[in-house]
T-cell receptor, first 115, second 112 residues
Framework: DGGITQSPKYLFRKEGQNVTLSCEQN?????MYWYRQDPGQGLRLIYY???????QKGDIAEGYSVSREKKESFPLTVTSAQKNPTAFYLC??????????????FGQGTRLTVV | SQKIEQNSEALNIQEGKTATLTCNYT??????LQWYRQDPGRGPVFLLL?????KEKRKERLKVTFDTTLKQSLFHITASQPADSATYLC???????????FGSGTRLLVRP
């Protein structure tokens, strides 16, 4: 089945440690996204990538880093510089059709808790 | 700055009634808007897309309108059911940047 997979579903991290969240898609989509969602809040864009080896900062990139070495993979690293990392993280992908506004497909999310 | 806004207050309605949710945008004119549904602890799921030259779009019990004069999109669910209870988000892709931005979402609760 085609889709977008995030792992792990739940993640616990000690304060001061970096952690990497996985996002893999087999939909052959060019564009990929990372969002953060806090309780009762909307989605805030962290990073996005239109194509392999290229990515741009979203609205809340500080304390996060990404890579896009393969079309199907877009891992997110939450660094120790992120002051409040506990949140629900969502990865998404979409076909690259400029101006067409195609839909985004989301993974099931990773809930990160800093302990 | 460009903004996309939704009513943060939850909408509580009786089963069978029509639910109407609002998405407002300021300081820009999007070529289209997308609507998604999100259930607790899950990723959003795409429902409908409406373009600026389309006044209305329908899909089963769902209807979306786009009023460029009012800078607003309305999302309607007719004959609502308790299973429609979820958070509904509007989104748009900022021009020529592939930056997909979401509103804060409106939670809908349909009482049986």
């Amino acid at each position: 089945d085609g889709g977008i997979t995030q792992s792990p579903k739940y993640l616990f991290r000690k304060e001061g440690q970096n952690v990497t969240l996985s996002c893999e898609q087999n939909l052959n989509h060019d564009a990929m996204y990372w969002y953060r969602q806090d309780p009762g809040q909307g989605l805030r864009l962290i990073y996005y990538s239109q194509i392999v080896n290229d990515f741009q900062k979203g609205d809340i990139a500080e304390g996060y880093s990404v890579s896009r070495e393969k079309k199907e993979s877009f891992p997110l690293t939450v660094t120790s510089a992120q002051k409040n990392p506990t949140a629900f993280y969502l990865c998404a992908s979409s076909i690259d059709l400029p101006g067409e506004g195609t839909e985004a497909f989301f993974g099931q999310g990773t809930r990160l808790t800093v302990v | 700055s460009q903004k996309i806004e939704q009513n943060s207050e939850a909408l509580n309605i009786q089963e069978g009634k029509t639910a109407t949710l609002t998405c407002n945008y300021t300081n820009y004119s999007p070529a289209y808007l997308q609507w998604y549904r999100q259930d607790p602890g899950r990723g959003p799921v795409f429902l409908l897309l409406i373009r600026e030259n389309e006044k209305e779009k329908r899909k089963e019990r769902l209807k979306v309108t786009f009023d460029t004069t009012l800078k607003q999109s309305l999302f309607h669910i007719t004959a609502s059911q308790p299973a429609d209870s979820a958070t509904y988000l509007c989104a748009h892709l900022m021009d020529s940047s592939y930056k997909l931005i979401f509103g804060s979402g409106t939670r809908l609760l349909v009482r049986p």
